[in-house]
């Protein structure tokens, strides 16, 4: 087993999920996200030509931007998106050859999880870190319960049903990455929509979290 890059010191644990974005408007929505803040963008593989627009979106992101893919369920997705530039590998499940297959391409992971043993299974398996999805199910006190038995250093984003007016009560039980999808960005938003919903979650994390 080849263990996935380690989760990187980001300013802000942050990933914009564009789930359903095109190629023509990836290059200026990913630069309106770039200058709010964000260091991690993630492009669902169920959207329309999704490697073309995660090629793109590398191309413009400066070194150490984390960019890839969501919905990542195969090997072969792996291996394509190492092809268009990709460094971060996302999926709704814990699949161990594809997790094994990204720690070979040097990319950091974020498999979901739900219960216990996904969480366990997941670091087993050498994820960078877990995505809790569905959050809003699980809650912030499921959750927490969950990471009290999760090694100490073990990285944790709450993903799905979570905006930024709720990084404060995932804050109270030690969360503090978050994957943000549809309060971010939805398919017909204009860049300078997406800008200011980034602005205003970088806002949000910088008033809970900054200074830690």
Do not use: C
Not at 55 to 75: F, R, Y
């Amino acid at each position: 087993m080849t263990a996935s890059a380690p989760w990187p010191a980001l300013k802000r644990d942050l990933v914009a999920i564009l789930r359903g974005i095109r190629p023509d408007e990836t290059a200026t929505i990913v630069a309106e996200l770039l200058d709010a803040g964000f260091e991690a963008v993630e492009i669902p593989l169920n959207s329309p030509d999704p490697f073309r627009s995660i090629e793109i979106a590398a191309g413009v992101a400066p070194k150490g931007t984390l960019i890839g893919a969501g919905t990542v369920l195969d090997t072969e997705s792996v291996d394509r998106l190492a092809s268009a530039g990709g460094t971060l590998m996302v999926s709704p499940n814990v699949d161990a050859m594809v997790l094994a297959r990204a720690g070979g391409h040097g990319m950091v992971t974020l498999p979901g999880v739900f219960t216990p043993t996904e969480a366990f299974a997941a670091l087993r398996a050498g994820a960078s870190g877990l995505k809790f999805f569905p959050a809003s199910v699980l809650g912030s006190s499921g959750v927490a319960a969950i990471r009290a038995v999760l090694p100490l250093q073990t990285v944790i984003a709450a993903v799905g049903g979570v905006a930024d007016k709720d990084f404060a009560a995932w804050g109270m039980v030690g969360v503090r990455a978050f994957g943000l999808g549809s309060s971010l960005y939805k398919p017909g938003m204009t860049a300078e929509d997406v800008g200011r919903n980034a602005r205003a979650a970088v806002a949000a994390w910088d008033a809970v979290f900054a200074g830690e």
